[in-house]
Structure formats: structure tokens, C-alpha cells
């Protein structure tokens, strides 16, 4: 076979592969990597990639590699869903690092998590003043959890006693041009009904729409593909004013 069309076949497999195992293995690989999960990744990222350009070894050892890790993978998330303590052994536990207004610098020093870094986390959720700050958790995956003092709060409707109304989620019935059949028929609708509120707001095909939701109210948002704005606001502008340094 020619090297090149081998190695584009190879490389097509391998993409497959990775997808199809990140597809079992669930969400975490993605989103909440912890040690076992970072570890695996980086193992069967090197492995598709040998499957992808080494030519001189069989296919069938790479993809028995990625079988083994995935194998793992989920055997190692099955095990720390039964047993407690060995999911503490794969995935580390959270660590508290700001406790009742008092930075803790042991277990910073214990996790090698520096001042920087916390101060850094710290801005990211909005708190520039540590002082602002009762509790500070170090997830396993690298985020951090703030609790900030009763004081610096924001206030809610709850600490006003002020009545609210359920909000619901917007629920998503035109995606691109395409109707989503299975939310139009949960909210009690048909497409007559979606294409005459379409209508009343001048719109007559399904191919201009961007996005249409209904809200908990029964209220329709619609989106054009089309924006037809006469000045679209550039954030990189200069200050009025304000002149170039």
C-alpha cells in the first residue's frame, strides 16, 4: 500500500478510535480531569498517535493498547463509585485552603499550590480581596470552590422575602434552520404552530432562523442568521478621550 495513503487511513482510524473510547469513558476526560483520568489521556494520546504515523508496526497492537487503557479507565471509575477509599487513592480529595477567613498554608504547601496561584483562582470567581473570602476548596480537578463571608454576598430575593416565579430553561426549538421535533411535541406544539409565530415576526422560512427558543412563559426568542445591524460595536475601540500613549 502506498505510505501515504496508509498512513491517511491510519490516522482516520485512530481519530475513530479516540472518539469512540472518549464516547465510553463519559464527560470527565473532558471536563473534570483528575490524575487517573489526566494520565490515561496523555497514554492514549501518544498510543493514536503512534497508531497514526507508525507504519512499520501493526495496527491491531495499538488499538489492543487503547482497548487496555479504556479498559482501565472505566474500571477505575466503576471501582470508585463502589469503594470510597480507592477513589480517594485515584482521585485525590478536595483541600481546604482558605478556612473561616484564614489562608492555610500547609495545605497549600502539602498540594505545591502557591500564593499566586490562589490569588489568581481568587480574581477569576470575582474576589479581589481575600479578605472577602470565608472558605477556599481545591478540587481534585484543579478548580477552585469559594465561599465568600455572609457580608460580601450578593443579595437574593430570599434574604429579602421577596416572592419570585419559576424560570425554567429555555427550551430549544429551531437550531440552525432545523426543528426539534422531540421539544416541540414535550411543550404540547406542532410545526404550524412554530412556522405562524415565525411568520408574525416576518420571517418565512426556516433558513433565516439562527435559533428560536420558548421560555417557561411561553414566550418565543428568535435569532436571524442574518443580523442586520447598522454598527456592530468593536470592544477593541480607543476610549473617547482618551489619547494613544
Not at 497492537?61 to 480507592?86: C, E, H, N, S
Request: net charge negative; aromatic share 8%.
Amino acid at each position: 500500500m502506498n505510505p501515504f495513503l496508509e498512513i491517511f487511513l491510519r490516522a482516520v482510524g485512530a481519530f475513530v478510535a479516540v472518539v469512540f473510547i472518549a464516547r465510553i469513558v463519559g464527560k470527565s476526560q473532558m471536563g473534570q480531569l483528575t490524575i487517573s483520568d489526566w494520565v490515561n489521556a496523555i497514554v492514549m494520546g501518544s498510543i493514536a498517535a503512534g497508531l497514526a504515523a507508525d507504519i512499520r508496526t501493526s495496527p491491531w497492537y495499538y488499538l489492543l493498547g487503547l482497548t487496555v487503557f479504556a479498559g482501565m479507565t472505566i474500571l477505575v471509575q466503576y471501582v470508585g463509585l463502589k469503594y470510597r477509599p480507592a477513589r480517594k487513592m485515584f482521585e485525590d480529595e478536595p483541600t481546604v485552603v482558605v478556612h473561616n477567613g484564614k489562608i492555610l498554608e500547609k495545605n497549600m504547601a502539602r498540594m505545591r499550590y502557591h500564593m499566586d496561584n490562589l490569588m489568581m483562582q481568587l480574581r477569576e470567581k470575582g474576589y479581589f480581596n481575600i479578605g472577602d473570602v470565608e472558605f477556599a476548596i481545591l478540587e481534585p480537578n484543579g478548580e477552585l470552590s469559594v465561599l465568600p463571608k455572609s457580608q460580601k454576598r450578593p443579595v437574593t430575593p430570599a434574604d429579602l422575602n421577596l416572592p419570585t416565579r419559576y424560570e425554567g430553561v429555555m427550551s430549544e426549538l429551531v437550531v440552525d434552520g432545523v426543528i426539534i421535533e422531540q421539544n416541540l411535541r414535550q411543550n404540547k406544539l406542532n410545526e404550524e404552530w412554530l412556522l405562524g409565530e415565525l411568520q408574525k415576526q416576518g420571517i418565512y422560512s426556516l433558513n433565516e432562523v439562527a435559533y428560536a427558543g420558548l421560555d417557561a412563559n411561553g414566550n418565543l426568542f428568535v435569532d436571524r442568521k442574518q443580523d442586520s445591524l447598522e454598527y456592530v460595536q468593536d470592544i477593541t475601540d480607543k476610549i473617547p478621550g482618551k489619547m494613544p500613549q
